[in-house]
């Protein structure tokens, strides 16, 4: 049975890496914890200070708010994905303890995105939302990603894990790369209305480097050898 | 009353006539009202709409007066210069609303000519100095409805194209104008990017191009245009989603074939030639019927309706009596 608060054992590392202790500390949690909360406070000054009558959010804070916190879902999705990897390449097995925090942020930005699209742009009419999903296709992608990750987020503490035992759960968690790509989809098709595909181009060739690992290590080590996710 | 059957026509019989000195007295009348109401009225506005709409102080100025068609000024608050000159669609210069803002300043607006050619009697290149003093500069407080939904209240100041349109003298066979937008690639830096073919086309009806409300504009809040809103010389047809307003004209042509607009050729099942404002017909992927106000709806409220034509449908609905506007987008 895995307890992620253990130090697992993984696949060879690199003969030089030294534990680094000051990454088990609590404080070092705590700081990811911070930065990992401040463009949700940024984001929080600027509804403030609008609602003051400010511009920090431009003129157009609803369409800032709602583009500013789907970047955020994205970019802590791809931070999540790079756990494992950095994890093993520089053989620092306790990056491991962020790995669910910086998950529970992915979601809880996709939370706060998909809550200023409602609020913001659809006053949380929940008849005009449904008729939105279904009219645009890429806010139906966006959602379903949303779908997805619930359960992710639902089974991320550790009574879920003893529950579902180590083989599910990591099988569930597999879902998290579905999440990514119906993510980059929805970015995609936001932007294909001007062709402005440079960050898109940006986020495809970073997932694709976080997902082209996993690909390249399960091919390595062959399946059945229990190769971790 | 008397009812010939004549194709129709109800005539009146002689006793019906209005005795001429009645007749006489009415006008009389009539002119009074009119001098007592505009006199009270300029009085009554006058100070309310000067204040809301006063120089900001950025660029030459450029003296109007109010104008008086039908429709020329609406009565909502004018949306803060500092918006209408920052959040801007003019792709030549980015694709990001602050993009015109920052990249706009390598746009040369002199020397600059406008071409008036195809089907008239009178083509001409005008110098944009000409055109400055063709006919006198009106301010017109327009609504402005992005098809993103977004929405603006401007103060432009220009004359109605149709003084233009008059001058040239249309032949018969004229029954578009097409309007060319500036697309150099010295001083523009995104002309050449894919997200649109280049120049920027434009087109209206004859009908439309002629009706009182479009727009010649040459400036914004009492001074000439900023670059990023389409300097020196730009369209505004306020009843149609902005992206009809083109922007930095350098040809206005007029022919008999529908132009081949540059949206409708990007994507002709989301943008049509005609794009009047209605609430009505959605965009493929999004509903028109309720828009933002910049700077006015607050973050949390809800979006206001969107007005039929704009809400210009008294002055400019009577063009489109018949047409089938879910077909004809």
Redo the contacts between chains.
């Keep these: 049975m895995d307890r992620p608060t253990q130090l697992p054992v993984t696949a060879p590392r690199p003969p030089a890496a030294r534990l680094q202790p000051w990454l088990l500390r609590p404080a070092a949690k705590v700081t990811v914890f911070v930065l990992s909360m401040l463009p949700f406070a940024w984001l929080l000054r600027g509804?403030t200070l609008?609602?003051l009558g400010g511009?920090v959010l431009?003129?157009?804070?609803?369409e800032t708010l709602i583009r500013a916190t789907g970047d955020w879902t994205l970019r802590f999705l791809c931070i999540t994905l790079a756990v494992t990897p950095v994890r093993e390449l520089t053989g620092q097995a306790a990056l491991a303890r962020w790995r669910r925090m910086l998950g529970l942020f992915t979601f809880f930005y996709g939370v706060v995105h998909f809550l200023c699209y409602s609020?913001?742009?659809m006053?949380l009419v929940l008849g005009?939302i449904v008729h939105?999903i279904a009219?645009?296709p890429?806010i139906l992608v966006g959602t379903s990603a949303l779908v997805l990750m619930s359960p992710l987020a639902a089974t991320s503490f550790n009574r879920a894990i003893k529950t579902l035992g180590s083989a599910r759960w990591r099988a569930l968690h597999r879902l998290v790369y579905a999440c990514a790509l119906l993510g980059l989809l929805h970015f995609f098709w936001m932007r294909s209305?001007?062709?402005?595909y440079a960050e898109v181009g940006i986020y495809a060739a970073v997932l694709a480097v976080l997902l082209g690992w996993r690909v390249v290590r399960r091919l390595r080590s062959g399946a059945g050898s229990g190769a971790r996710t | 009353m008397h009812h010939l059957r004549d194709r129709g026509y109800v005539h009146p019989c002689t006793s019906e006539i209005t005795p001429r000195s009645v007749y006489e007295q009415r006008r009389h009348w009539l002119k009074t009202a009119a001098g007592l109401s505009a006199g009270a009225l300029t009085g009554w506005t006058g100070p309310g709409a000067h204040a809301q709409t006063a120089r900001p102080g950025k660029l030459a100025a450029l003296p109007s007066v109010p104008g008086t068609v039908a429709g020329a000024a609406t009565m909502e608050k004018s949306t803060a210069y500092a918006d209408v000159t920052g959040y801007n669609n003019y792709y030549e210069f980015g694709t990001d609303k602050g993009d015109p803002a920052q990249n706009a300043h390598t746009l040369q607006t002199r020397p600059w000519t406008v071409s008036v050619e195809g089907e008239v009697r009178r083509p001409k290149i005008y110098d944009i100095d000409e055109l400055l003093k063709l006919s006198p500069m009106e301010q017109r407080i327009y609504r402005m409805r992005c098809v993103e939904g977004w929405s603006m209240v401007i103060p432009w100041e220009g004359y109605s194209l149709a003084e233009l349109i008059r001058r040239a003298e249309p032949t018969g066979n004229a029954k578009f104008v097409e309007f060319v937008s500036l697309a150099d690639p010295k001083t523009m830096p995104f002309v050449g990017s894919r997200v649109l073919e280049w120049p920027y086309v434009e087109g209206l009806r004859l009908d439309e191009a002629m009706h009182p409300l479009t727009l010649l504009t040459f400036g914004l809040y009492g001074e000439v245009l900023p670059n990023q809103n389409g300097a020196p010389v730009r369209a505004v047809v306020p009843w149609k989603y902005g992206f009809k307003s083109a922007k930095s004209i350098v040809r206005i042509r007029f022919t008999d074939k529908q132009p081949a607009t540059s949206w409708v050729k990007s994507a002709s099942q989301e943008y049509g030639f005609f794009s009047n404002v209605n609430p009505e017909v959605d965009h493929p992927r999004w509903s028109q019927a309720t828009e933002r106000r910049i700077g006015e709806d607050g973050l949390f409220a809800k979006k206001r309706p969107t007005l039929m034509f704009n809400g210009y449908g008294l002055q400019v609905g009577a063009m489109y009596a018949g047409l089938d506007l879910k077909k004809f987008y």
């Design positions: 509804v609008t609602a511009a431009g003129a157009n804070p609803a609020w913001l742009d006053s005009d939105d009219k645009r890429f209305a001007k062709r402005n």
